[in-house]
């Protein structure tokens, strides 16, 4: 039995991917505790954009549930439109953006549009938001997703944000900017991009889940990079951050 639950684990891994001086855009749920994790411990100069318009030096000082929330708001330091902070991306100054999504295939591309046919679709999603921005412009991407065979998916239904598209060099020759998906942290594990065809391999499996979950879980035929590690258990600092971060445990449950 641990003292952390699956979805706390979840928000740390994310968190670890922030490095400290850098430029965030954060997204929804799960990357905005993330960001708040990172300040509050390795990354204590990363600032936090969201595309509502607010840019953070650090987290909110009450609960915030969505971006637009008026927390995210107060003490801000920069309070501005949807445009402004959108250019960031076109101008190259983003360092890591987080998205999620209901699939997410083994070149990292990202569904949030439609499942089925486009005609008839079995399930109309939220549609891309900012998310294809984040995906095509920043310098890496950081994906959260839960590991489920139906969520891991051979061939994403709709491409509403760009992995590596087709594979190997395919993004490139998109003219896409930014180097694309850099890391996959699901609820089991953590897939890292691996060899020339930029698929997702698995790169360490969280305590308590096996390899054979893991694949048996995944909706393609599942690489592994050379030494697949075990993802580190959260630390006290890490936790105590998070506490302090979601203050009701409404992420973190």
Known sequence: MHDYSTQELMIIAAAREINDGERIFVGMRLPITAYGVARLTHAPNAVGLFESGVARYAPAEDMIYTMCDGPNQLGAAWTTGLIQIMGLLSGGRIHAGFIGGAEIDRFGNINTSYIGDIAAPKVKLPGSGGAPDIAAMAERLIIIINHQKHRLVEKVDFITSPGFLDGGDARER???????????????????????????????????????????????????????AQTAAPSAEELAALHQIDKEGFWRS
């Open 174 to 228: 998109a003219g896409l900017s930014g180097a694309g998906p850099q890391v996959v942290i699901t609820d089991r594990a953590i897939l890292r991009p691996h060899g020339p065809e930029n698929e997702l391999h698995l790169a360490a499996i969280h305590p308590d889940h096996t390899l054979e979950e893991v694949i048996e879980n995944t909706g393609w035929d599942l690489k592994s990079i050379p030494e697949v």
